[in-house]
């Protein structure tokens, strides 16, 4: 096997720390609950944790609005608990991932306390203040992507400070060379304790228009989408500059060996790769959520992944994303006979695969009642909120799921006495073992693990419903043949070729011998392998 660096062989595993495991009796998961439950990461065959923010804050935005960049939230523990995290998880040779929040503070971080003491405060531009427009209004139209403008008005100075998130997270200045330094030794202060890279949280946001001028309406907003569309976000984000600023902080990973700089970002794939930056210079992973995005059938996908894959820079490493904390659950999304298609697509592209937790399992999005409402995205705009999918990891069928001695701080799914780890881990059927024996899977096939990719042409009855493609290194050839439909297909193998079906997503299939042609049943997908011998 070619010896290739972890964060491209290797596959990540996504924990919002408030809802995986809860050891002090909160509802609220933490720090010791993420060490616990290692052996599970471990037994599953994943390589990384990527940690959601566990920073010290006042949880306005669930950890994305840090109080204090270098400590631990008494709600999630310690250092010394984050310590023995990163000890134990390296102990089982799983990486660790920290989400860096770069682009705003909270209200209550002693630098913005200190900005917005007075105008004339050294830190005063540490963050973005503009004086009000003539009419006394906010300096431009940028909107909060939370609902609302982007701008609030300071009482004490009459000038605004922009927020492209809550009011209670202003933005910094990464203009501001101080910012950049400050920031830097906040990667350094993690680096040093031996943090394996970080995932930056809206990373496409860190530079604004120099001339904060108005984004334009945009002709395609729906009113039923989020208020912020109703302007393309052009002048408030996506910024050419923003590279170099990237380039920044992936030279202080880079002072520490392979650490790997993950971006978050939303843009369409041609602005999207233009982050892996000149000559690879900034983000080693652009993290790609398009599939969050398109529509869920065969030919879409075909076509996303061909028009990824196309638009890659030479050396650029792909990944794919099927869930986050923000964007609806896959299953919830698909329903759960294509949540197993899915789960065996994100295993096999091409590229570092990001898991979330509990999509494991199956978990789809669940309701959350009136009174229970936590996210203050869905205060502001209802029906947006991101409280039903992150609903507490379920491992057991004892009270609260084993994730908690108290009421969690949301529901569990209904059925959760069925759908947990315990019940569906030594079940053959289960989803659970699906997406084990994928990774496995990936770990003894180099071909899906760091192989080339190529799309194979279907005949166009098949191709509405059927996504087949290969991946090869060396002698090796997998082929994978997905159905996004709900009727079976036969589907031809014309090369002569004896191909060994090493993986179905229907119990029971593997270890045959095709040749000439294999069916395919309904919500079905399967791994073949070339036979050497014949
Ligand atoms: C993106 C994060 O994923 C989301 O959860 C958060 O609310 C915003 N950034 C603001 O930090």
């Known amino acids: 096997m070619p010896e290739t660096i972890w964060w491209k062989s290797g596959t990540v595993y996504q924990v919002y720390p408030r809802s995986f495991q809860d050891t002090d009796g909160d509802g609220v998961g933490d720090l010791p609950g993420i060490t616990a439950r290692l052996d599970h990461l471990a037994w599953l065959g994943v390589d990384a944790v990527w940690i959601s923010p566990f920073y010290r804050s006042p949880m306005a935005d669930f950890g994305y609005d840090v109080a204090d960049y270098c400590a631990v939230d008494p709600l999630f523990g310690t250092l010394d608990d984050f310590d023995a995290l990163i000890a134990e998880a390296h102990r089982r040779k799983l990486k660790v991932i920290l989400d860096f929040v770069p682009n705003h503070t909270s209200i209550e971080h002693p630098w913005f306390v200190e900005s917005r003491a007075s105008r004339d405060s050294e830190k005063r531009d540490w963050y973005i203040w503009r004086d009000p427009a003539p ?11 939370f609902g609302g403008p982007a701008w609030t008005r300071d009482e004490a100075s009459g000038q605004y400070y922009y927020h492209a998130f809550l009011s209670r997270q202003p933005d910094l200045n990464w203009r501001n060379p101080d910012v950049r330094a400050a920031m830097h030794d906040v990667l350094r202060f993690w680096l040093e304790r031996g943090v394996d890279g970080f995932r930056v949280d809206v990373i496409w946001h860190l530079i604004k228009d120099e001339g904060f001028r108005d984004n334009p309406e945009n002709p395609d907003f729906a009113p039923h989408r989020p208020g912020i569309e109703r302007f393309s976000q052009v002048y408030s984000c996506d910024r050419p500059e923003v590279i170099e600023v990237i380039g920044g902080m992936r030279a ?72 986050n904390h923000d964007r609806p659950r896959i299953a919830a999304r698909v329903g759960e006979a294509q949540a197993r298609v899915a789960a065996m697509l994100l295993l096999t592209l091409r590229g570092t695969p990001t898991l979330y ?37 379920q491992w057991d069928d004892g009270p609260n799921a084993g994730f908690s001695r108290a009421e969690p701080w949301l529901p569990l799914t209904e059925d959760h006495e069925r759908r947990n780890v315990d019940a569906l881990r030594d079940d053959s059927r289960s989803i ?35 996504f087949a493609y290969e991946r090869f290194e060396g002698d090796e050839i997998v082929r994978i043949l997905l159905n996004f439909g709900r009727t079976g297909w036969s589907v031809p193998l014309p090369d002569g070729q004896a191909w060994n079906v090493l993986l179905s997503t229907r119990p029971g299939q593997a270890g045959e011998t095709v040749r000439d042609a294999l069916t395919l049943g309904s919500d079905e997908g399967v791994v073949l392998r070339a036979d050497p011998s014949r």
């Open 432 to 466: 659970l073992t699906l997406y084990r024996r994928l990774l496995s899977l990936r770990r003894d096939h180099p071909a899906l693990s760091v192989g080339g990719w190529r799309g194979l042409p279907l005949d166009p009855a098949l191709a509405a419903d059927i």
């Open 135 to 145: 009419d006394g209004g906010p300096p431009n139209n940028w909107l909060s992507n």
């Open 252 to 323: 202080v990973l880079r002072e520490y060996g392979e650490r790997v700089l993950i971006g978050e970002i939303y843009l369409p794939i041609e602005r999207l790769v233009a982050y892996y930056g000149p000559d690879l210079s900034a983000a080693d992973l652009p993290f790609n959520f398009q599939l969050l995005e398109t529509p869920w059938r065969a030919d879409a996908v075909a076509g996303l992944v061909a028009e990824y894959e196309a638009a890659l820079p030479e050396g650029g490493w792909p990944n794919w994303v099927l869930g």
């Open 357 to 393: 937790y509990g999509d494991e399992i199956g978990i789809g999005d669940v309701p959350i009642p009136a009174d229970r409402v936590q996210d203050p995205w869905e205060r502001n705009e209802p029906g947006h909120g991101r409280d039903p999918v992150r609903t507490p990891m």
